[in-house]
């Protein structure tokens, strides 16, 4: 099948054009430094002068922290100068406690405590991430567009099994390995700490997709390929959320260490493929299709929302754990009818006296239907009285005649 463009905007590029090709970590160049870990303002001083931290670490990490026959917690106290004590795995409590002369010496024991859980959670499997959904209105209609005109030139190794599905189309601005409903219920929590760096919590974000590019070094043995993501304010948001859930210590694999928050949008990627034909190959030549479509205008959208997900798919997209809300979004998820509702509402309820469900409704019919039946009922009853009494002072009269005819016969 010939090769076709999508409109007058998407023209086929010059073979000498350089490819959009990008560095596969997604970490960025930005020079910040760390904020405070928040657990530092909680250092207390003892009665004897000295330095007390308590931290709620979770027990999956005890051990690690112990290391073996004791040596890394050791090491964490002869470098730091302190004492550190865990709980035995057989204790209820989650508290690991710091103790020092100083309150530097807390703090440093602290921040080598959060390095070797880092390191522990880095060897977890991401469990969440955070995500604006983009699987609605203009780029949906674009994606798949593009979709079907790829599919339809029939490039090598291309297939639709390489594609995301279109209900979770959607950007990532971090992932998470949170261990159990405590650990989820904080990702919650944090989430919402994240609304101070919103733009504006009262106005939705811009966001302009426009773009291919591939997270490796040769088009010819791609493994993700992605659209690029146009939005100052959102970058700027997504990088200090993720500062923000570094100092959490819930950060998994490359978010641990990242500076900076690569947004993309995945249009294509491999293990989508391996996901439906196990023996398959472990990339795709993209060439083609970044020759062809490079500068492919998705179109633009409006983020009011960010989600924090599980991984896994549900619905229409993925499990939603919690979700800040902003801009439009946020003014109407408390749920309370605005006030031209409520005055509809009002006229209804006068009009009709009070606003009834289908039950009540029936429920009145019924009752109505009663009253009226026994209403006939003892209209009925009172009418068959009426006529017995007639009947019974009928037959008396006729007995009081019976009597004077018998004085009558017996006179004469």
Known sequence: MGDTVLDSSVQPMSLKRPLNVVPEDVGGDTKRGKPDDPAASNIEQTPNGDYKLTLKINKTFFSGLVGPNGGTQRYIEKKTKTEVT???PNDKSN?????????DQVCAALREVRNRIAALRKKLRPTHFLAVALNTGQVLERFLELKKTILEAQFPSISKELFIQ???IHLTLG???LIDDDELQRAVQELETCRSFLPDPKSPIDIKVKGLEIMHEFPSSTRILYAKIESPELQKFADQ???HFQTTGLCAKDNIDNESVKLHM??????YRKEVIKKCAKSFDSTRILQRFGDFDFGSVQCQVVHLCAMQRENDFYKIAGSLKFGREESEISGEPKASEESKIS??????????????????????TSEKSNTLKESKTSKESKTSEKSKNSDMMTFEEFKKLQKKKKDS
Do not use: F, H, W
């Open 166 to 168: 279109e209900r979770t």
């Open 241 to 243: 959320c993720l500062a």
């Open 347 to 368: 006229e209804d309820s006068k009009a009709s006296g009070g606003l009834k469900t289908s039950e009540e409704l029936q429920s009145s019919e019924e009752s109505k």
């Open 86 to 88: 865990i709980p035995q």
């Open 175 to 177: 992932i998470y390995a």
């Open 266 to 271: 995945t249009v294509m990627n491999n293990r």
């Open 95 to 103: 508290d690991v406690v710091i103790k020092g002369q100083q309150r």
